[in-house]
C-alpha cells in the first residue's frame, strides 16, 4: 500500500496548517525530552518565531540504560500539550507502549514511532488503527526495505498518513553517532508515496553538523527535518551534547531560510 506503484503521486498530511509531502520543507523542533513547563515553553516560543508548526519533545524516553532519565510520562504530554496550545504549534511525542496509543490520542497530534520500536509490531498495528498520523522511524539497524515493511504494517491497518524518518543506522564510523544514509530520501520517495524528513540530531549526535546535515537534506529532496533545541543543553537529562540552545536555533533557522530562498 505504501508503494509508489499502487499510488504514483505524493500523500500529503495536514497537520496544523503544515502540508508535509507538498513540495516545501517542514521542521519538527523541541527538546529531546520533555523536563519541566518552563523548558517546553521556552523552546515553542522560539520555534514559533521562524514559523514552525510542529513541536517535539519525548514523554516516554526509550533510553539505553535502565538508570537514564526514563522521561516524565503522561505529564510530560500534558506539559507539551499545554505549551502547544498556547503556541499554536501541533505536538508530535513518542509512544513506546501500544497499550498507551489511545490514552495519548488527547495530547498529540502526530504519534511518533522510535527507532528502537520500528519492529514492535504491536506498537505498529496499534498506531494503524487509529486516526492520527505517525512519524515513524527508521530501525537503527533496519535495511530501506524492513523500514518501508515497517511502514506497510501501519497502512495495512487503516492509517495512511505517515511520514518516514531517516535517522541515521548504525555502521562501523565512529565520527558521528550514527551514519546519516543521505541517499535513503530519494529512495524512499522513489518506491513509496509518503512524505520523507530527516533527523538530524539522533543521526549525527553532534550539534556542529545539524546545520551542514540538514542543508543536505533539503537539496536532496526531504519533506522536512527534525532537530533538537533546549534552552540549557549543557543540563538537559539527554541528548546534551547534540541539542540546539535557542540563539544557535535561531541561527539554524536564518540559514535555513536563506537556503529556501535561493532554490
Ligand atoms: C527521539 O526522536 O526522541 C529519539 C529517541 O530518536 P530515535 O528513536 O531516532 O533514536
Ligand atoms: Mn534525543
Redesign the pocket.
Known sequence: LVSRKKKPENTVIHINGASIGDGNVHFVMGP?AVEGYKQVATVAKAIKQHGVKLLRG?AFK?RTSPYDFQGLGVEGLEILKKAAVEHDLAVVS?IVNPAHIEEALDYLDVI?I???NMQNFELLKAAGDVNKPVLL?RGLSATISEFINAAEYIMSRGNANIILCE?GIRTYEKATRNTLDISAVPILKQETHLPVMV?VT?STGRRDLLLPTAKAAIAIGADGVMAEVHPDPAVALSDSAQQMDIPTFHHFMEEMEDMAERM
Do not use: I, V
Open positions: 529531546c519525548g526509550p513518542e511518533q522510535g527507532a528502537r522511524k535517522r533527523d539522533h
